[in-house]
């Protein structure tokens, strides 16, 4: 208010507020937006607790994000998702680059898109710094598996190559219509991640249009 800005606020559900794992993984996610400062990433603004709510207030995208998109459209025009993904591939290697951050959940629903066709990253939930040394306790593999790399599902180290392939998925979807995989159950997906062979998009959808030179960079 005393800014005069409008946000968004980030609130921590009440009944997490006693899982300690889990507000200290809200506390990570707030100092990693604070560091972080590029154009087309939404980013922390102020944090705090009050009346034991957990709350992080972010920068405010006036849009929607790709799956909403997604979910009214079906497809996304290759020119418009090429523009957006290569925003996104910025902030990407920004984040690497200059933070050795990895972001370990791209995918339409955390891109966003504003009235002015400008794209922003969000959600630093369960992103991974390299200067945190502590690791997820319980070995758990954190992440959507429409989009996760097999690295990231076999839980090796990673580096920038995983967000990358988590990217590549993302532009898949939004041009075919469909993420490259799909099955009844997750460890199915993620084995297909791993295994699998190319899913040429005719395969995935007959009605998708692409360019040879788009089919060719995914």
């Known amino acids: 208010i005393s800014m005069n800005r409008i946000v968004a606020l ?4 009440k ?10 993984q809200f506390r990570k996610e707030v100092q990693l937006s604070g560091k972080l400062e590029h154009p087309n990433i939404v980013r922390a603004i102020d944090a705090g607790e009050t009346e034991k709510y957990y709350y992080m207030a972010i920068t405010y995208v006036d849009g929607e994000d790709y799956q909403k998109v997604l979910d009214r459209k079906k497809v996304i025009p290759e020119a418009q998702a ?3 993904v290569i925003k996104i591939a910025e902030v990407l290697s920004y984040a690497w680059d200059k933070h050795s951050l990895l972001h370990k ?15 922003f990253l969000v959600d630093l939930g369960i992103a991974q710094s390299f200067d945190f040394k502590k690791k997820d306790a319980d070995g758990h593999v954190f992440g959507s598996p429409f989009y996760m790399s097999p690295e990231q599902a076999q839980r090796l180290n990673l580096d920038w190559r995983s967000d990358l392939y988590s990217l590549g998925a993302t532009f898949y979807h939004m041009t075919v219509g469909l993420p490259p995989y799909d099955a009844k159950t997750v460890p199915t997906i993620i084995d297909m991640h791993t295994s699998a062979p190319f899913p040429e998009p ?9 360019s040879p030179d788009i089919v060719s960079l995914m």
């Open 10 to 13: 980030k609130v921590l559900s």
């Open 15 to 24: 009944n997490m507020t006693g899982n300690d794992d889990v507000i200290e």
């Open 105 to 119: 959940d791209v995918k339409p629903g955390n891109i966003m898109i504003n009235s002015k066709g400008d794209v």
């Open 82 to 84: 090429l523009n957006g």
């Open 202 to 210: 005719k395969t995935r959808n007959p009605s998708a249009k692409l």
